[in-house]
């Protein structure tokens, strides 16, 4: 038996060892746009991730390696077959509202909760056999076959822990303390003004001893993106975290005095933005249809232009930072002509297209005019339909779109954050993180199953290579780029990201340097 004991005064230390970590003050931070919802096992947009990662945990957190960090679980053994995982969880842990947390909430939320809410999760727990608790303080899984991924599929917007006696036998999606989220983690909920900011607060029982350091952090809502810039240059916001600033302003903000930038906490997510393109739906159902929005789209210029030269042009459904990413199968370069050929081949009558943006600021418009004004060229019409987050939400998660903006986690693992935007079997209405576009081939089904299931490791990449061809040829979605979000911060803030899930899931380390 493998064991992976590690040493809490190493691991659980955020303090730099520079400075003695300081004690006190408030941090505050741009969310952009505000979320529709903080419960984390129901609402999963970026911004809602940013600000419920602090109010829920799960049994483990990530590096920038990849490799897994005591969180919830302390410590962690992986059976030598690969079958049996079991985590012992921390001690004197406290939900928000004071009732300890054990294993029951564990068994709750992995079995009950989250499989009918998350999607990425139900994936997940379609390799595992079963999930007991031998007692308050253990959890053990078993699997059904060795599945090399699942050590990864523990991060706290994927498997955040729900507790149990406010959700147990209650409608999950209307359940009141959706409004007052109640986590495990170093900050609690303390206030949402709606428009202005959300406040969260230290949780003096939290189970790291000394941790958090800060007292309160405050989430401004400033809707314009010029208005951020300035409330960051005034010194009234300490953080703007990736996609929160313009991009074409990105430069001159991060050359303002005492002003610091990093591009980390980003590995576990590595964000790919694409087309949602509705293939239960004419012409979006032909290949070939689908083919020709790819020659059509100027993705170059989308990179160089509208991101300011930051991240990289997608070149299928992997992307290039996820393990056993390749290159196979056809690639798809602007090209008007062969677009136009394709059209022409499949005999498309020019029906419109509705587009939908991503609600996301003004760099995601202006994305949506350009592909509009692409997809015109080669004599594709097409509607820009824009609405606020929850109403992209809804209309996403209920198919009510041709075409539509997105981004996704791929969460360290092709067999976590890649499969579930394909394969049949996530064809679920209610969510727009599964497989939105409603995309079915068999084959490829069974080879995403072999390829999550292949043990050693290695054994796996045959596989993937075969997957990324067939998706390159069938074009579900358009993919677009892997995008870069850097993020820009006042030098006196300190051990501002020390995980690979960044300022979501690492302001229990952060200091302020006085």
Not at 211 to 235: C, M, N, T, W
Not at 282 to 294: E, G, L, S, T, V
Not at 340 to 346: G, T, V
Not at 356 to 366: A, F
Request: aromatic letters at 12%.
């Amino acid at each position: 038996m493998r064991r992976f004991l590690l040493a809490a005064t190493l691991l659980l230390s955020g303090a730099s060892f520079t400075f003695a970590a300081e004690d006190g003050g408030r941090l505050n931070l741009i969310v952009q746009p505000e979320p529709p919802g903080l419960m984390l096992g129901i609402v999963q947009n970026g911004p809602a991730s940013l600000v419920a990662g602090q109010i829920y945990e799960s049994l483990l957190r990530y590096d920038d390696k990849l490799q897994p960090q005591p969180s919830l679980a302390k410590s962690w053994e992986i059976s030598a077959d690969g079958l049996t995982y079991t985590f012992h969880l921390q001690d004197n842990v406290k939900f928000h509202d004071g009732v300890p947390m054990t294993a029951a909430d564990v068994l709750f939320s992995v079995n009950e909760f989250l499989p009918k809410t998350l999607s990425k999760h139900r994936n997940t727990m379609t390799r595992v056999a079963s999930v007991t608790a031998p007692d308050d303080k253990t959890i053990v899984f078993k699997l059904k076959a060795p599945f090399e991924p699942f050590i990864r599929a523990m991060d706290f917007g994927a498997m955040p822990i729900i507790p149990k006696h406010l959700y147990e036998g209650t409608d999950y999606a209307t359940n009141p303390n959706n409004e007052k989220p109640i986590g495990t983690g170093p900050f609690k909920f303390a206030e949402w003004k709606k428009g202005s900011y959300i406040k969260l607060v230290k949780n003096p029982d939290y189970y790291i001893k000394g941790k958090p350091y800060l007292d309160e952090i405050y989430y401004q809502i400033i809707p314009d993106a010029a208005a951020r810039a300035v409330a960051f240059e005034s010194g009234a916001i300490d953080v703007l975290p990736g996609g929160t600033v313009e991009n074409f302003d990105i430069p001159r903000v991060s050359a303002l005095p005492h002003t610091c930038v990093t591009d980390k906490g980003w590995e576990y997510y590595a964000p790919m933005s694409w087309l949602w393109l509705n293939n239960r739906t004419k012409p979006m159902d032909n290949p070939k249809f689908r083919q020709a929005i790819m020659y059509a789209m100027d993705r170059e210029f989308a990179k160089d232009v509208l991101w300011n030269g930051m991240g990289r042009v997608a070149d299928g459904p992997f992307s290039s930072k996820l393990p056993f990413h390749s290159d196979g199968g056809p690639q798809y370069p602007h090209d008007p002509a062969k677009a136009k050929a394709l059209l022409k081949e499949i005999g498309y009558d020019g029906k419109p297209l509705r587009l939908l943006p991503l609600p996301y600021g003004e760099t995601w418009q202006r994305w949506a005019e350009a592909v509009k004004q692409n997809l015109a060229e080669v004599g594709i019409p097409v509607e820009i339909e824009a609405t606020d987050v929850a109403g992209w939400n809804q209309r996403v998660a209920n198919w009510d779109y041709d075409m539509a903006f997105t981004y996704l986690y791929q969460n360290g693992d092709p067999a976590i954050g890649v499969d579930r935007n394909y394969k049949t079997d996530q064809i679920l209405k209610g969510s727009p993180w599964n497989n939105v576009e409603g995309y079915s081939n068999p084959e490829l089904d069974g080879i995403f199953e072999k390829a999550a299931l292949a043990f050693p490791a290695q054994n796996r990449q045959a596989l993937y290579d075969r997957a990324q061809e067939i998706l390159r040829k069938d074009v579900p979605v358009a993919w677009l780029t892997e995008l870069a979000f850097p993020t820009i911060y006042n030098c006196k803030v300190q051990d501002l990201v020390t995980t690979s899930t960044g300022l979501s899931n690492s302001l229990r380390d952060t200091w302020i340097k006085k």
